[in-house]
């Protein structure tokens, strides 16, 4: 027996500035996809259990489970994080004061963001907490599984794969949609998963 996912149909972001309904509409299709095949894959590893078979074909689906787990969850975190005309980091909250400790201010975090989102292939940018530190790093992570630092929590994920900007900006736009994602981030949201992971040490 393993969990059954369902979509978080409460993270769907609304009305943002610059990043259109009908960009979010397919994207959020897609997220709908990997929860569908998290859950497939589950059942198929299940039956291969009860039944004893650890076969390679077992071991192949086993290996799609950072795939596809991590493309549900990232995109549950990039949904999360976006909504229109909220204000930047506050200046002297926590968020304001690590992002200040571990990149020298949130203009330099912004710069390194940016630049990691432009960086070539299909990837995600990612602003981790180090909880056993408390120090803040931004990350490259290919496809959906490969380059995560284990034990950080994700604070900011941006989507940098084509199917997030296509609709909006064509294939040559992905300097354009980080600029509007940019645009859209949640700062309180990014605060709220700072504020917890610290909690949860
Ligand atoms: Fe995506």
């Known amino acids: ?7 978080r149909a409460e ?19 897609l997220y709908e996809g990997y929860v569908k095949n ?21 071991a192949e689906l086993k290996r799609r489970l950072g795939f596809e787990y ?8 990039y949904f999360a994080a976006l909504k229109p005309g909220q204000a930047p980091a506050n200046d002297g909250s926590r968020l304001d004061r690590l992002l200040k400790q571990s990149f020298g201010g949130f203009e330099e975090w912004r710069k390194e963001f940016t630049a ?7 990837g995600w940018a990612i602003l981790y907490l180090d909880p056993a530190h408390e120090a803040l790093s931004n990350h490259w992570v290919t496809l959906h599984e490969d380059g995560h630092p284990a034990g950080f929590t994700p604070l900011l994920v941006m989507d940098v794969w084509e199917h997030a900007y296509m609709v909006d900006w064509g294939a040559t736009g992905r300097p354009d949609y980080i600029t509007a994602f940019l645009k859209n981030v949640d700062w309180r949201k990014v605060e709220q998963n700072l504020e ?3 909690k949860a040490v």
Do not use: C
């Open 1 to 7: 027996m393993a969990y059954t996912y369902q979509a």
């Open 11 to 29: 993270l769907r972001p609304r009305e943002l500035d610059g990043i259109s309904e009908k960009q979010i509409q397919q994207h959020w299709t």
């Open 38 to 58: 998290v859950n497939e894959l589950n059942k198929r590893l299940s039956e291969h259990i009860q039944k004893g078979d650890f076969s390679p074909e077992y």
């Open 70 to 77: 991590n493309g549900m969850i990232l995109h549950e975190h």
């Open 116 to 122: 990691i989102g432009k960086m070539r292939g299909i």
């Open 196 to 198: 917890a992971a610290l």
